[in-house]
């Protein structure tokens, strides 16, 4: 039995458990050995993992959110924050676009709002091949859309469909996603707003490189520009008034949160992981026994397994009570509760591991140095923490 398996708890038999693959862990542990093996010539170059998503999809493991009438898994959120975790102790970047894949995938599946047709295509197209799919909302100008304010891409309604004109950053796996879900408003005299489905074959579009960060460098996270990009009128996806009050469904947040929760629980794993071997393998000349034999290494380690034991029942409770229906009307909020406490977990778990290596963990040759720069990257994701500790304070404020 794989460590993955045993990491799964009795009441894990939630929505699509039961119907998993019997081999569906040690799939992911195995994935995740042969990710790790290329994660840090990747992330040297900047390099995008190509060949990982060749690999996923030949195991079944990108059709994991898709319904199960349309021929997906439709798996509920513990099973694919588990499967999110264990290729993130493997390859931090890869995990990331396969989180950005699984949910957009399952938004659609919840919302039921895009043209049926179109729909069943990418869900028939995402099973078949490696047809991957995420959002592009970020813009120069405009920062990230969750601190409000509208998009500068365009979409103009034409006879022929859609025309849309703009520029997108920081969109997450562009070297190889088959759509761009991009968030624009319209011309129109009384402007909408919403979601265009783009392909990525159609003149006009292009991708340029730009992505040059700290971590996560072989997400290939690029800007997306557009220029009279034509698409069919079926391919908007949701569009409404900008003057209509935004739907809100807590269920989408909540999968977002927790499953970014779940990777950086994997990357700060991973960090602990080569804690382990290398303090059993480095015994200084004046010691003469291993490092792992000390006090104070032992009670450090025992610090970081604190912290991860803390996110691994964090996020598993609270995604196991959502496949089984059994959450709050303020789960959305109590999922960013779970993402800021396990995010600044996983960055201090792996701060210990720094505090303890000395100069061996900062250098490059060794992982640990990637793992930090990777799991720095959880402040970032929406909601950030300022938002998250404000929407908190103004619930138990009562504060509008």
């Known amino acids: 039995m794989s460590q993955l398996e045993q990491a799964v708890p009795d009441t894990f038999v939630a929505k699509g458990l039961e119907t998993l693959p019997n081999n569906i862990f040690d799939q992911v542990e195995a994935l995740a050995k042969d990710f790790a093996t290329r994660a840090g010539a990747h992330d040297k170059d900047g390099s995008f993992p190509f060949e990982n998503f060749t690999a996923l999809h030949e195991a079944g493991l990108l059709s994991l959110t898709i319904p199960r009438e349309l021929g997906g898994q439709g798996l509920g959120l513990a099973t694919i924050c588990r499967v999110i975790e264990g290729i993130a102790r493997g390859d931090a970047s890869t995990a990331l676009v396969l ?72 969109t997450t796996g562009s070297p190889i996603l088959s759509y761009f879900i991009v968030w624009a408003r319209t011309t129109e005299d009384e402007p909408q707003v919403g979601s265009f489905l783009v392909p990525r074959d159609l003149p006009g579009l292009q991708i340029v490189e730009t992505w040059d960060h700290l971590g996560m460098r072989a997400t290939g996270s690029h800007d997306l520009i557009l220029e009279n990009v034509l698409i069919p009128k079926e391919y908007a996806l949701n569009i409404s008034p900008i003057s209509a009050a ?29 804690l382990v071997k290398y ?37 598993y409770s609270l995604a196991q009570d959502i496949d089984r229906g059994e959450y ?43 793992h930090y720069r990777d799991v720095l990257c959880s402040r970032i ?10 929407s908190l304070g103004k619930s138990v404020l009562k504060v509008k």
């Open 381 to 390: 994701h929406t909601p950030q923490n300022d938002v998250i500790c404000q």
């Open 279 to 315: 303090l059993w393998e480095r015994s200084p000349s004046n010691l003469k026994e291993p490092l792992a034999t000390l006090p104070r290494f032992q009670t450090a380690v025992g610090e970081i397994e604190a912290l991860l034991f803390a996110n691994n029942r964090l996020i």
């Open 99 to 170: 989180t950005m894949h699984y949910l957009q995938h399952a938004h659609a599946a919840r919302s039921r709002r895009w043209h049926p047709e179109v729909y069943k295509r990418l869900c028939r197209e995402s099973i078949e091949g490696i047809a991957l799919l995420n959002a592009a909302r970020v813009e120069p100008e405009l920062g990230t859309p969750a601190r409000g304010g509208l998009p500068a891409t365009i979409a103009e309604r034409t006879t022929e469909g859609w025309r849309l004109t703009g520029h997108k950053q920081y």
């Open 246 to 274: 935004p739907s809100f469904d807590p269920l989408i947040s909540t999968w977002g949160s927790l499953t970014v929760s779940a990777l950086y629980l994997g990357v700060a794993t991973s960090a602990r992981d080569w």
């Open 328 to 370: 709050e009307p303020n789960v959305g909020l109590q999922a960013q509760a779970v993402k800021y406490l396990t995010t600044t977990n996983s960055i201090r778990a792996v701060e210990i591991a720094l505090e303890l290596t000395g100069n061996p963990g900062l250098l490059k040759r060794n992982p640990l140095e990637r």
